[in-house]
């Protein structure tokens, strides 16, 4: 059992909260008991997730994707009124981590990605857009192989089929950042979303890019970081992953 001051302060100074400026507020978002036993992650605080956070008795629900995002309606009404509701009823705590657990050198979304994708040798000059160099080429069907694999769905696949050396990704609705890689002399991107123009971009620019899904590129954050909280509070710690095609 822990103090759920003690969890916040510690992921807020780990995550280093205060040097990010994000689309919504990082931090404690829904205040629910001030003790903690067990925590429940997952990557978004649908309906869907909390429920399954009460029915497996949790004290505290820690996700990347929280609440009150930057331009949307404030009211605490409908959809996001009904949730709120619901953690308030059952007293349950709402922990929402975004670009902070993006960028964070261990624990990270972009990260943890690489290295389920067997990158251990990746790194970042930013925090948020991770490259690394191979010591033999890889074919770019045998990197969409390798992706589906580890994230057990098919990525979108377009530009050029060649040979890579050099890899870059970053994880989410990140696909925006594709001609930062291929400035950076990458020969492949990934990340989680792929709009209109990216089949444009792509091909001009010559990079191979793979949409992998927003969702399964960002699964692995949440959950590293909950072990994380296990272990030093003395925690019990439950990944719930709500299937999403996105």
Not at 185 to 208: K, N, P, R, V, Y
Request: with cysteine; charged share 25%; proline share 3%.
């Amino acid at each position: 059992m822990a103090e759920l001051k003690e969890i916040v302060a510690f992921c807020d100074r780990e995550l280093a909260v205060d040097t990010f400026d994000d689309y919504c507020p990082n931090g404690l978002q829904v205040e629910g008991r001030r003790e903690v036993r067990h925590i429940v992650s997952g990557v978004t605080a649908s309906q869907a997730m909390i429920d399954a956070a009460i029915a497996d008795d949790a004290d505290l629900v820690l996700v990347h994707h929280g609440y009150f995002w930057r331009g949307e309606a404030q009211p605490l009404v409908g959809m996001k009124g009904r949730r709120v509701k619901t953690l308030m009823a059952a007293d349950l705590n709402l922990l929402a981590y975004h670009l902070p657990l993006d960028a964070h050198p261990e624990w990270g979304n972009n990260r943890q990605l690489g290295l389920h994708l067997g990158f251990d040798t990746a790194a970042s000059s930013d925090g948020l857009l991770w490259r690394v160099d191979l010591d033999e080429p890889l074919a770019s069907d045998r990197l969409t192989r390798r992706v589906e694999t580890a994230l057990a769905r098919a990525p979108t696949a377009v530009g050029p089929s060649r040979l890579l050396r050099r890899i870059a990704w970053c994880t989410g609705a990140a696909q925006g950042m594709i001609e930062k890689a291929a400035a950076a002399g990458c020969d492949a991107f990934i990340s989680g979303e792929i709009s209109e123009q990216t089949l444009h971009q792509a091909s001009e620019l010559g990079i191979f890019y793979l949409a992998a899904g927003h969702h399964a590129t960002e699964r692995y954050g949440v959950q590293a970081l909950g072990n994380v909280l296990g272990e030093r509070f003395g925690l019990t710690h439950r990944f719930i992953d709500l299937d999403n095609p996105a």
